[in-house]
C-alpha cells in the first residue's frame, strides 16, 4: 500500500504556470510507475502523464510541450511541471503511483487546478 500526498494546486491566469508535486510512502515496489490524472467538472477522469522509475515518459497529446513531468526516486516524489496554462487545463488532477499503470495502483486525494482571468 502506497500513500500519496499532493500539493501545488490553486488559481492561476491563463498562459501562468503551476507545478504539483506528489510525495510517496510506503511499498517502493508500488511507484514504478508515478503519474498524473485529471478530472474536469462533467468528465471522465483522463490521464495526464505518466513515468516510470527509469524515467520513461508518457504524454497526454494535449499536453504535450507544455507540462513536465519529473520524479526524484531518492524521495519518492513526482512532479508536474505545467506551462502556457489554458482555461480546458482546469480539473481535478489526481496522483498515482503503481507497479504498473493498471497494478497495485493507489491514489491521492486530488488538488483542484483553476485556470481563469
Known amino acids: 500500500q502506497v500513500q500519496l500526498v499532493e500539493s501545488g494546486g490553486g488559481l492561476v491566469q491563463p498562459g501562468g504556470s503551476l507545478r504539483l508535486s506528489c510525495a510517496a510512502s510506503g511499498s517502493i515496489f508500488s511507484t514504478n510507475t508515478m503519474g498524473w490524472y485529471r478530472q474536469a467538472l462533467g468528465n471522465q477522469r483522463e490521464l495526464v502523464a505518466a513515468i516510470t522509475r527509469g524515467g520513461i515518459t508518457n504524454y497526454e497529446d494535449s499536453v504535450k510541450g507544455r507540462f513536465t513531468i519529473s520524479r526524484d526516486n531518492a524521495k519518492n516524489t513526482v512532479y508536474l511541471q505545467m506551462s502556457s496554462l489554458k482555461p480546458e487545463d482546469t480539473a481535478v488532477y489526481y496522483c498515482?503511483?503503481?507497479?504498473?499503470?493498471?497494478?497495485?495502483?493507489?491514489w491521492g486525494q486530488g488538488t483542484q487546478v483553476t485556470v481563469s482571468s
Open positions: 498515482f503511483s503503481g507497479v504498473t499503470m493498471t497494478t497495485r495502483v493507489s
